[in-house]
């Protein structure tokens, strides 16, 4: 079927769900939307998605937001961004490279940046680019496999994931997607799709990314491709979470676990960790305390921020168990890390719980003290995020002890909690 032929099947889907009828649309506003679904179509088949399959997942349910802007804006028309992209392209136009036998030096250094992206995404970003620099000119010589230039394209792309820039992230998972398909080579394709489905529920595309990351779990058991099998389904686990679906996201945790190895301790460590989570909000306690105990367990370094973030959960199930000692070590012993970071939210958050926690127990001056120093470190965000701005007026009315509730400081939790999440 014809691009037009599915771009004005669209635009009658499109009519229906915002009320309004193609007839009823001005010939400008017909020709920018033609524009914007044919640029997205370049994007679903670079996915390897029919438009009816992702149709139906985001406005299956009633809660479709139209295509969003920012789906457009950040993945269409990212080629040629980068000298590096336009090499690949280049390879690409010229047909697949000649096979020849992987480096391990390779496979040696793409392993050196999954460890630092784990808690360092930002140290991980340039040993990507030199090892994908270094890749692409030896594919391009002859001396190192394609299959290599797939994996380095994924790892850069992942890392800008992670660091948040999705734009730059698109520009090499995309070509790496396309690579992979162009060596036939099912196994790297699963992954480049997992990571293309992070990249999607980044710009907050939770249930196009659940098609992606679905498609990926599908090639992986065609490809029996067990360790991506259970990055995949944990990668679909994070996705049903997100959309409010925690139960089969505990199904898909369990389930990832089942298929990670050892080695990859990392992925197990998070599965782990988020399963504990799923849990919690389940008000299953005692097995989130015992997920958060396996997810110690599995950790190989006990240093860096999600080793900390695991402390600050491990706080939060000791809080719900009435462990009010247990919480407010872990509570402060997780701020203190947060606040030599200077991640101001991260410690609001975390001071928020530690004030609940001194407040059932009856800790009224360490209380006070704990309140004083939120509101100093709320000012500075005040400028920047209204929400804080609100909290801070609300704790100021509160000075006195016996004003600060529970209820207040669950709201004002969940308040700030949002703001950085939405």
Wanted: proline share 3%; hydrophobic share 45%.
């Amino acid at each position: 079927m014809s691009t037009n032929v599915h771009v004005g099947r669209l635009l009658d889907v499109l009519g229906e769900a915002s009320g309004a009828r193609r007839r009823s649309w001005r010939p400008r506003q017909v020709e920018k939307l033609r524009h914007d679904v044919e640029g997205l179509f370049e994007i679903l088949d670079t996915l390897g998605l029919h438009p009816a399959e992702v149709f139906t997942a985001v406005y299956g349910t009633g809660e479709g937001r139209g295509i969003p802007e920012i789906f457009l804006e950040n993945l269409e028309s990212q080629t040629g961004k980068t000298l590096l992209a336009g090499r690949v392209d280049r390879l690409l136009r010229l047909g697949t490279p000649t096979p020849c036998a992987p480096r391990k030096e390779v496979r040696h250094r793409l392993a050196a940046i999954d460890e630092k992206r784990f808690d360092s995404p930002a140290e991980a970003r340039p040993l990507a680019h030199e090892l994908l620099a270094d890749v692409l000119r030896e594919v391009e010589l002859g001396r190192e496999d394609a299959g290599s230039l797939c994996d380095a394209l994924a790892q850069t792309g992942s890392v800008e994931c992670g660091l948040g820039d999705y734009p730059e992230a698109a520009v090499f998972l995309f070509r790496g997607l396309k690579l992979s398909r162009r060596l036939d080579d099912p196994r790297r394709e699963a992954s480049l799709l997992r990571r293309c489905a992070s990249l999607l529920s980044g710009l907050g595309e939770n249930r196009v990314a659940l098609v992606v990351v679905e498609r990926a779990v599908r090639l992986c058991v065609l490809s029996h491709n067990l360790p991506d099998l259970g990055k995949s389904l944990f990668g679909r686990g994070m996705l049903l979470r997100r959309l409010g679906d925690v139960a089969d996201a505990v199904v898909c945790y369990r389930s990832a676990l089942s298929y990670l190895p050892a080695e990859a301790w990392q992925h197990r460590f998070c599965a782990l960790q988020s399963l504990a989570i799923a849990l919690l909000v389940e008000e299953r306690v005692g097995e989130a305390r015992t997920a958060a105990d396996e997810a110690m367990h599995e950790h190989r370094t006990r240093e860096g921020l999600n080793w900390w973030k695991l402390m600050w959960f491990r706080g939060d199930v000791a809080l719900r168990s009435d462990d009010l000692r247990e919480a407010e070590t872990l509570f402060r012993q997780a701020r203190e890390v947060f606040e030599s970071e200077g991640d101001h939210v991260d410690v609001a958050l975390i001071s928020l719980r530690l004030a609940k926690a001194l407040l059932l127990a009856g800790k009224e001056t360490e209380l006070r003290r704990v309140v004083a120093d939120l509101l100093d470190l709320l000012q500075p965000l005040m400028a920047e995020n209204r929400i804080a701005g609100e909290i801070v007026g609300d704790l100021a009315k509160k000075a006195l002890v016996e004003d600060v509730t529970m209820d207040f400081l669950d709201r004002a939790h969940e308040k700030i909690y949002k703001s950085t999440t939405a």
